[in-house]
């Protein structure tokens, strides 16, 4: 596949988002504390656990670090037998002097709450929190978040360590910031989680009448006289169940999260701002809601195995590390943190290679040019002892630079030469792409083609309109939609009252929908809309699904975008009001289907709504992606790149930056658009050359 680039224009002077500071506006107006002057506006960092080392090391790292250009340490997440070696007793003297060491050479500290790590004391003391797997076992000591996220005493207990770490470090002029646990992600399966997830459901739904009715209990005698009857559900089960489950899980992640904040805000500087490390597409937990509270959203971004130009699930792991930054920023829909990333190579894949050479510098620029704020590597230096010895490190078991060394130290180097450019700067999209999570869970849990994988169906849209559109933004479909030329929704499976609303509104407005395969067909309680697919949206569209087709094999699909097939799924569409335009049809296949609508789009007054019933291969998706970019007309001002380049871009107030990034193995030569300044090399110019990994960054004043 290829992966041209195209710049996007200059569009307007508004930015859709609020300013794009690493520290949201909120917490910049602070008065910045005495004598520390305000960390560079992106910062390179590393994670670092100097409870690992003896402290006459500390140093030598430090000054290592400095010399790399690394301005932020995360330390403390996993540390609570250090801050509290037995119950009661707090030792933070250690973690102090790491913070103002790490300080004095103007290194900032994120710091994690260690919760991910409950020592060995208090699993023991107190075993009730100690989550249970599936099949009813405990979790035992050993490993890490063995805790349950539901149970109070944990909560308790993860309050006062917060607490205290907050009346210390509340006012550390060098502590910028706060990360919540690590990674949620397991939770737990006992009886008086299930209880609680009862009470859940009882202020959901208010009656048992009411449940019953959502869920269809009378299917199958699942019927509920007793709030008490219902079970947790992970597998087959009542669709209505399962996405209740985890719409508990995800609440109950805020409201763990949420405890913790409230301990860290009732000491803490309104300057130190609050975050957890998500991951990516990782479908744990609704991180619309999970977000909700947090000041700014990050992630972890690990390639793991492979490279960014090798295929993952059919498409380029490029594309899906693109979509998963801008995934991320569209959690709080604003610039984000990659709050870890990974130095060379993982411990956790099948085949755990090293990005090659120039790659993870690539990398860095990729995510911001997505609108990362900070790179962070994890880690520093491996623990002597602990499962993850082998993972990629900067500093090897000798205490000495790893050859990656010098390339992050470049990182860090570009990255303080470019901050004052790319202050106040964010990407800025035509073209949003809507995605919710029970809409990929709802799927996942009924693929009805063993393949069928929601977010591989996401990237096969995503990919396309990257090339054409330069920028997308991947938001809920309650979001603000107006600044949008286009909208496309490739599984809006599970379609709520208020999306649906939103989305009508967005047509009628003058925007574009697109929907894709198995769109509008439940409802909010992963039940059966009564009207076939796009439910509430048929109206609008004036045709609808009349049946859907797992296949066997690829059935052909033909019309203005070529002759192409469908593969895994065909939706035959009925067309009911006659200003309806046929765009696709099937070809011959399995005789329902021969010469039937495959997709269909209808003017709305100044808006459209497009239905494309059938996931066509990439030349199809690539001409699907150029009719509905031209229609909508999102303009791409730059013109192409060329394959294998990837062009992103920031908007600031009065000027836009923009990176590229060669990840082909030739040498590409760019013409630019117009006289650029080059803001690594220094001087304007009017086209670049990059070798293979090579990146430019590139800014053009507003005229
Ligand atoms: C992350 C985790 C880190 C470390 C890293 C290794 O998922 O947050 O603590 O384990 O993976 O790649």
Do not use: C
């Amino acid at each position: 596949m290829k992966i041209v680039r195209v710049l996007a224009p200059l569009l307007s002077t508004t930015l859709p988002f609020a300013a794009a500071i690493y520290i949201p506006a909120a917490f910049a107006q602070a008065p910045a504390p005495k004598n520390v002057p305000a960390p560079p506006p992106i910062l390179l960092g590393t994670s670092w656990y100097p409870e690992w080392w003896p402290e006459s090391r500390w140093p030598i790292d430090l000054d290592l670090m400095q010399k790399a250009h690394i301005h932020m340490v995360r330390m403390g997440e996993f540390a609570w037998s250090s801050m509290e070696p037995s119950e009661g007793h707090y030792d933070f003297d250690w973690l102090e002097k790491a913070i103002d060491e790490a300080g004095a050479r103007g290194i900032y500290t994120v710091l994690g709450t260690p919760t991910a790590g409950p020592p060995a004391w208090l699993t023991q003391k107190y075993p009730e929190t100690l989550r249970t797997h599936k099949d009813g076992r405990k979790a035992r000591h050993g490993n890490r978040q063995q805790f349950n996220w539901d149970n109070p005493k944990y909560r308790a207990l993860a309050h006062d360590i917060a607490s205290r770490m907050a009346q210390r470090f509340g006012h550390n002029p060098y502590v910028i910031g706060w990360q919540i646990d690590n990674e949620y992600a397991k939770v737990s399966y006992d009886a008086a989680t299930q209880a609680d997830f009862q009470q859940w459901l009882k202020n959901r739904y208010g009656t048992l009448d009411n449940l019953n009715t959502r869920w269809t209990t009378a299917y199958w005698s699942q019927t509920y006289s007793n709030w008490n009857q219902v079970p947790i559900e992970t597998g087959y089960g009542n669709p209505g169940l399962l996405l209740s489950w985890k719409r508990f899980v995800s609440d109950t992640w805020r409201s763990y999260q949420k405890n913790q904040m409230d301990a860290i805000r009732q000491y803490a500087d309104p300057r130190q701002f609050i975050t957890t490390n998500m991951m990516g597409w990782f479908g744990g937990y609704d991180h619309y809601v999970v977000a909700k509270d947090l000041d700014i959203a990050s992630w972890d971004d690990y390639i793991g195995q492979g490279h960014l130009d090798a295929a993952h699930k059919g498409y380029l792991k490029i594309y899906w590390n693109d979509s998963e930054d801008d995934l991320t920023r569209g959690f709080k829909r604003k610039n984000f943190w990659v709050m870890e990333t990974q130095p060379g190579h993982v411990n956790w894949s099948e085949v755990n290679n090293d990005l090659n050479k120039g790659e993870v510098r690539a990398m860095a620029w990729l995510n911001i040019g997505h609108g990362a704020e900070t790179i962070s590597y994890w880690q520093w230096r491996s623990a002597l002892n602990g499962q993850e010895e082998y993972h990629g490190t900067l500093v090897g078991a000798d205490g000495k630079p790893v050859p990656l060394y010098t390339e992050v130290a470049q990182v860090g180097r570009e990255l303080e030469k470019a901050g004052p450019a790319l202050a106040g700067t964010t990407p800025k999209s035509q073209v949003a792409i809507l995605h919710t999570y029970p809409s990929f869970w709802a799927i996942d849990w009924q693929k009805h083609n063993k393949n069928y994988d929601p977010i591989v169906e996401l990237l096969s849209y995503y990919a396309p309109l990257r090339n054409i559109a330069q920028s997308i933004d991947i938001v809920q479909p309650t979001a603000p939609l107006d600044q949008y030329k286009l909208v496309v929704a490739p599984g809006l499976n599970v379609l709520s009252d208020a999306a649906a609303k939103n989305l009508i509104a967005y047509v009628r407005n003058g925007g574009h929908l697109v929907l894709g395969q198995r769109s509008g067909m439940k409802n909010s309680d992963n039940g059966l809309q009564t009207q076939l697919q796009p439910g509430p949206l048929t109206d609008l569209l004036g045709g609808r699904v009349a049946a859907y087709y797992a296949l066997e094999n690829p059935v052909p699909v033909e019309g203005q975008w070529g002759n192409n097939t469908s593969q895994l799924w065909a939706e035959m569409l009925s067309v009911d009001k006659p200003d309806v335009t046929v765009l696709e049809r099937f070809g011959k296949s399995n005789g329902w289907l021969d010469g039937q609508p495959a997709a269909i789009t209808r003017k709305v007054g100044k808006g459209r709504i497009t239905y494309i019933g059938a996931w066509m291969d990439d030349a199809g998706m690539e001409k699907a992606a150029a009719w509905m970019t031209s229609i909508s007309h999102v303009k791409p001002a730059f013109g192409p790149v060329p394959n294998g380049v990837e062009v992103d871009s920031r908007y600031g107030k009065d000027h836009t930056i923009f990176i590229l990034v060669n990840v082909s193995k030739a040498s590409q030569t760019i013409a630019l658009p117009a006289k650029m300044q080059d803001v690594l090399n220094g001087g304007t110019t009017q086209s670049v050359t990059l070798p293979n990994y090579g990146v430019a960054v590139l800014s053009e004043s507003k005229k």
